[in-house]
């Protein structure tokens, strides 16, 4: 069974020929020997509404700065970031960060989750949740609503974690870091 009505036409009389590699399009003869597209949909049914872009951050989508790259400038916007190379200047996304072991920034960061397994010189700003792995390091200053740190970690600066606002009424708990953890 064929997908499209053939005719007896020919490329050089002004018929039209699909490019390879993709399919057919479907046509019909008019009065003229002329070639015209097939309605797909009747009349009366109304055309799909179009797609609206998703948010990358539900789709567990994320950028990645590959290991051999050198960046700096700032990231913002929303969505999860992976970096694993060198980055230089702030970053502020609505969605997850992950400093990968290796990986290297100088600069600030404001984002939902920080893991870090690389290094940080820069201070961690009202993140729901830090996780330091084994091998990371912070030099700066913390503020979340719970921090992890693994052993053989290391950090230096002021921590601050479990707190809200001024509003919230919610203690705050504090610790200064200076070594190991």
């Given at each position: 069974?064929?997908?499209?009505?053939?005719?007896?036409?020919?490329a050089?009389?002004?018929?039209?020929?699909p490019?390879?590699g993709?399919?057919?399009?479907?046509?019909?003869?008019?009065?003229?020997?002329?070639?015209?597209?097939?309605?797909?949909?009747p009349?009366?049914v109304?055309?799909a509404?179009?797609r609206r872009?998703?948010?990358?951050?539900a789709?567990?989508v994320?950028?990645v700065?590959?290991?051999?790259?050198?960046?700096?400038?700032?990231?913002?916007?929303?969505?999860n970031?992976?970096?694993?190379g060198?980055?230089?200047?702030?970053?502020?996304?609505?969605?997850?960060?992950?400093?990968e072991?290796?990986?290297h920034?100088t600069?600030?960061v404001?984002?939902?989750?920080?893991?870090?397994?690389?290094?940080?010189q820069?201070?961690?700003?009202?993140?729901?949740?830090?996780?330091v792995?084994?091998?990371?390091?912070?030099v700066?200053?913390?503020k979340a609503?719970?921090?992890t740190v693994?052993?053989?970690?290391?950090m230096?600066g002021?921590v601050e974690?479990?707190?809200?606002?001024?509003?919230?009424?919610?203690?705050?708990q504090?610790?200064?870091?200076?070594?190991?953890?």
């Amino acid at each position: 069974m064929a997908l499209w009505k053939e005719t007896p036409t020919s490329a050089a009389a002004g018929a039209v020929v699909p490019a390879a590699g993709s399919p057919p399009e479907r046509t019909t003869t008019t009065g003229n020997d002329r070639l015209t597209p097939e309605r797909s949909q009747p009349d009366n049914v109304a055309a799909a509404p179009p797609r609206r872009p998703r948010d990358r951050a539900a789709d567990g989508v994320e950028s990645v700065i590959s290991g051999n790259l050198t960046i700096e400038g700032k990231i913002e916007g929303a969505g999860n970031v992976r970096m694993a190379g060198r980055f230089k200047g702030d970053v502020r996304i609505d969605g997850n960060f992950n400093i990968e072991p290796g990986a290297h920034l100088t600069g600030a960061v404001a984002a939902g989750i920080v893991v870090v397994g690389g290094e940080l010189q820069g201070n961690i700003e009202s993140a729901k949740r830090v996780d330091v792995l084994d091998g990371g390091i912070i030099v700066g200053d913390v503020k979340a609503g719970s921090i992890t740190v693994a052993a053989g970690s290391r950090m230096r600066g002021h921590v601050e974690f479990g707190w809200e606002d001024e509003k919230g009424g919610k203690v705050v708990q504090s610790l200064t870091g200076g070594g190991s953890s």
